[in-house]
């Protein structure tokens, strides 16, 4: 079982930068990969970022490429999302998950198996 709760969302000026973090309870954090989605208002969720279980490798939404990074420190059992030069488009209910799937899946899979309640992100103009 894994159980994950995002924090670090908030109200913030577009250009702006925002961290979130998700902290991950459960061993098989440990081997699986975690990533982010998000979901705007009347949007369909979307696919956001993702890293492998060791941390190597990343994938990203054409959307956020350069201005978001996608982290994870093992030790302390979190993945982070660091989002720079933030768009009012960037306006959105942002979701962790976990899933053993490949990183190169997730863009494509709506029904991950793990995911958190979600923390909100205002970017105003």
């Known amino acids: 079982q894994v159980l994950l709760v995002e924090s670090g969302g908030g109200l913030v000026q577009a250009g702006g930068s925002l961290r979130l973090s998700c902290a991950a309870s459960g061993r098989t954090f440990m081997s699986y990969p975690m990533g982010w989605f998000r979901q705007a208002p009347g949007k369909e969720r979307e696919f956001v970022a993702a890293?492998?279980?060791?941390?190597?490798?990343?994938l990203y939404a054409d959307s956020v490429k350069g201005r978001f990074t996608v982290s994870r420190d093992i030790a302390k059992n979190t993945v982070y999302l660091q989002m720079n030069s933030l768009k009012p488009e960037d306006t959105a209910v942002y979701y962790c998950?976990?899933?053993?799937?490949?990183?190169?899946?997730?863009?494509?899979?709506?029904?991950?198996?793990?995911w958190g309640q979600g923390t909100q992100v205002i970017v105003s103009s």
């Open positions: 890293i492998n279980w060791s941390g190597e490798s990343t």
């Open positions: 998950a976990a899933d053993p799937a490949p990183t190169t899946d997730w863009p494509l899979i709506n029904n991950l198996r793990f």
